[in-house]
Nanobody, 124 residues
Framework: QVQLVESGGGLVQAGGSLRLSCAAS????????MGWFRQAPGKELELLAT????????YYANSVKGRFTISRDNAKNTVYLQMNSLKPEDTAVYYC?????????????????WGQGTQVTVSS
């Protein structure tokens, strides 16, 4: 059974930084791509960033490009999202997701496994 557990969310002032972590278990972590999504109240789920199985290839949504960085440590079965220059509009629940494939993804489609989410609140 695949489990994804996010951590690192919290309250931060605008312009600040947070690093989210997602610990994975239940399958061979380094065989699969991973991703980060978010959902703000009243809005649809938004793809933020994805990373391929080895970490050599990444994809970012325009809304976070240049501010957020996705990375992974396959030895620790963990994927990270470093978030810098945070804005109030970044406030949302952030989800880690596991793909059914190894390649970097540019949509929600290949993601079968989801964490429970972690709240990020950015105050102005």
């Amino acid at each position: 059974q695949v489990q994804l557990v996010e951590s690192g969310g919290g309250l931060v002032q605008a312009g600040g930084s947070l690093r989210l972590s997602c610990a994975a278990s239940g399958r061979t972590f380094n065989n699969y791509a991973m991703g980060w999504f978010r959902q703000a109240p009243g809005k649809e789920l938004e793809l933020l960033a994805t990373i391929n199985w080895s970490g050599s290839n990444t994809y970012y949504a325009n809304s976070v490009k240049g501010r957020f960085t996705i990375s992974r440590d396959n030895a620790k079965n963990t994927v990270y999202l470093q978030m810098n220059s945070l804005k109030p509009e970044d406030t949302a629940v952030y989800y880690c997701a596991g793909s059914r494939g190894a390649a970097v993804a540019t949509s929600r489609a290949p993601f079968d496994y989801w964490g429970q989410g972690t709240q990020v609140t950015v105050s102005s």
